[in-house]
């Protein structure tokens, strides 16, 4: 099968009779697989997705649990077009990515690595900080504006990072591991911080975790790969009211069904 990889326009809204909003399919992945050439002695290659397959509607996130080395992140950088797949395709309007890191730069103001999108856009200064500094004081980050990122907390950083990210402009954000680097207490803050986040900028969200619980409190819908070469093992709807707390007995099942998927083949044949 030839690799194909395309984008299309960003979708408009569309509403139903009486006023409900049809969600479209934002995302699109059909039987991509991805292989990598080995730079050791021996010549191998490595594959790392094997006919993966699945999709996210508008304005839905859509976590991607595995275990490490199955090929989640090789995933986000195909989707925002920064891979091509060897076979299958991915179709999706342009989609930014917030890597695992928050790669700020440390000469820069917190505010003024939140509009760097802007700026490579060749948006003027004083105009990309305006735009950047309206959602400092949206996400929580007013009086931090002129804060060099050593001065900032993990948490922080993490939120200027995320800024940057939506000022990119694109209606799709793949998000890997944004929360790995931090502890379990401000990890927690961050999740609530998020869904509050995405409620007031709503966007197509297709999130890295191997946090399983991580997945749940704040997806939509969560796809479980297989170790490498990753594939999708089965899919769980989470049609849970926000805010979701770790402890909910609700959550507590849903992570259990996605831990069992998790584990080993045998188990897995087995049920």
Not at 57 to 75: D, I, N, Q, R
Not at 199 to 213: F, G, K, W
Request: glycine share 8%; net charge positive.
């Amino acid at each position: 099968m030839q690799a194909q990889l395309k984008t299309r326009p960003e979708p408009r809204s569309r509403s139903q009779p009486g006023g409900t909003r049809e969600r479209r399919q934002a995302v699109s992945v059909r039987e991509v697989s991805r292989t990598y050439a080995s730079r050791d002695r021996a010549g191998a290659s490595v594959q790392a997705l094997d006919g993966v397959s699945l999709h996210a509607a508008e304005h839905e996130v859509l976590a991607v649990v595995g275990p490490s080395g199955c090929g989640k992140t090789t995933l986000l950088e195909l989707i925002c077009g920064l891979q091509a797949p060897d076979s299958g395709s991915i179709e999706c309007a342009p989609a930014a990515l917030m890597p695992q890191r928050d790669l700020l730069m440390p000469w820069l103001s917190a505010l003024d690595n939140a509009a760097l999108a802007l700026r490579i856009a060749h948006v003027r200064r004083a105009d990309a900080r305006a735009r950047a500094r309206e959602l400092f004081a949206e996400l929580g980050l007013a009086g931090w504006e002129e804060a060099r990122p050593h001065e900032l907390s993990g948490g922080m950083r993490q939120r200027v990072a995320f800024v940057r990210t939506l000022l990119a402009g694109k209606d799709i954000l793949c998000l890997d591991e944004p929360f790995g680097a931090l502890d379990a207490i401000t990890r927690a803050d961050m999740h609530a911080w998020l869904s509050d986040a995405l409620a007031q900028e709503p966007r197509t969200v297709v999130l890295v975790t191997h946090d399983v619980e991580e997945a749940i409190v704040l997806a939509d819908r969560v796809a479980i790969m297989a170790p490498r070469p990753g594939r999708v093992l089965s899919e769980l709807d989470v049609s849970l009211p926000r805010p979701r707390g770790r402890t909910d007995p609700r959550v507590v099942a849903l992570r259990e069904r996605a831990l069992g998927a998790l584990g080993s083949p045998h188990e897995r044949l087995a049920r």
